[in-house]
């Protein structure tokens, strides 16, 4: 199985609204990402997760909250968003030391 | 700081071949990475390169690197209307056990005609 899943798929919430993507791998992986992708524009780094620990915050605002419950498992929790968060964000997954990070079809959100 | 560029477009007939390039500042990246993107999806790897080597092919797929210019580039042959997506390069810096830290290029759109 070399594919990481995310739900859902797309996702319209307003900026009062709690709601939480999901991304899933069963390769073993031991290091997960999330990245936010605008429009025409490369993946930009949220956040890393190795060893269910996380390693690396790119100055993520609080509003974005990430939880990585085990090793196939992790987590954006997401409140109070505005309506320039609306992007695609996607997951990937990596073994530990980093290289061949590998992504997710990613869940479009849009913020009203 | 690390930066990759990347020309944003290209325009090739169905058949020819299809280079695209991609110059990177950090000389201590290990790997180099291409990935594509087709419109409303994720990124596929699609190849990389161990800043070691010179050269690695894969089917239609051929990676050069210049490592003393940081040059990078693919080389797509046999060009097919299904190779229309946006490319990135990327390079990566690892951190020890703790995941590595991808900066991209900013994609170059790959556009195949009949």
């Known amino acids: 199985d070399t594919e990481v899943t995310q739900t859902p798929k797309h996702l319209v919430m307003g900026m009062t609204n709690k709601k939480s993507l999901k991304c899933e791998q069963h390769m073993g992986h031991r290091a997960m990402y999330w990245y936010k992708q605008k429009a025409k524009k490369p993946p930009e780094l949220m956040f890393v997760?190795?060893?269910?620990?996380?390693?690396i915050n790119e100055s993520v605002p609080s509003r974005f909250s990430p939880e990585c419950p085990n090793s196939s498992l992790l987590n954006l929790h997401l409140h109070a968003l505005q309506p320039e968060d609306s992007a695609l964000y996607l997951c990937?997954?990596?073994?530990?030391?980093?290289?061949?990070?590998?992504f997710g079809p990613g869940t479009r959100l849009t913020v009203l | 700081g690390e930066d990759v560029e990347q020309s944003l477009f290209l325009s090739v007939r169905e058949g020819d071949s299809s280079v695209i390039n991609c110059t990177y500042t950090d000389s201590s990246s290990t790997y180099l990475y291409w990935y594509k993107q087709e419109p409303g999806a994720g990124l596929q790897l699609l190849t990389y390169?161990?800043?070691?080597?010179d050269m690695k092919q894969d089917q239609r797929l051929t990676v050069l690197l210049n490592k003393k210019d940081k040059h990078l580039s693919l080389r797509i042959a046999d060009t097919q209307t299904g190779d229309s997506a946006i490319y990135f390069c990327a390079e990566s810096t690892m951190i020890y056990n703790q995941g590595g830290k991808l900066i991209f290029g900013q994609g170059t759109e790959l556009s195949v005609k009949p």
């Open positions: 997760y190795s060893y269910e620990k996380l390693s």
């Open positions: 990937a997954s990596s073994q530990a030391r980093g290289n061949e990070q590998f």
């Open positions: 390169i161990f800043s070691n080597m």
